[in-house]
Nanobody, 130 residues
Framework: HVQLVESGGGSVQAGESLRLSCRAS??????MGWFRQAPGKEREGVAV????????YYLDSVKGRFTISQDDAKTTVYLQMNSLKPEDTAMYFC??????????????????????????WGQGTQVTVS
């Protein structure tokens, strides 16, 4: 049973930064990422990364401001969020999955648009930007 434990959320002023962390209880995936959901809105993929490190997806509205990364053990994924805006306010969820085949990297980034493709989820961490 894989558990995803998130940390790093909080309340900040516009323009400030936050760093989210998500630690998996064991290596059981090759795709990890972050989704967010604001009240009254659908959950959307913010950033995902394949364990190979070369396939990465960013939501257009966060490109140039957010950076996703992973540790060498591929058990922790980070989301560095700079220049935060009020519209970034949401509950942020860590997600993980395993995609098979030689195109697993592509499948990982495509799955950013379909949250149901991720089988493992964290409990969520609130990010509030005012």
């Amino acid at each position: 049973h894989v558990q995803l434990v998130e940390s790093g959320g909080g309340s900040v002023q516009a323009g400030e930064s936050l760093r989210l962390s998500c630690r998996a209880s064991r290596f059981n995936y090759n795709c990890m990422g972050w989704f967010r959901q604001a009240p009254g809105k659908e959950r959307e993929g913010v950033a995902v990364i394949h364990s190979g490190g070369r396939d990465i997806y960013y939501l257009d509205s966060v490109k140039g401001r957010f950076t996703i990364s992973q540790d060498d053990a591929k058990t922790t994924v980070y989301l560095q969020m700079n220049s935060l805006k009020p519209e970034d306010t949401a509950m942020y969820f860590c997600a993980a999955s395993y995609f098979y085949g030689k195109f697993s990297g592509t499948k990982c980034t495509v799955a950013a648009g379909k949250s149901s493709d991720f089988g493992y989820w964290g409990q969520g961490t609130q990010v509030t930007v005012s």
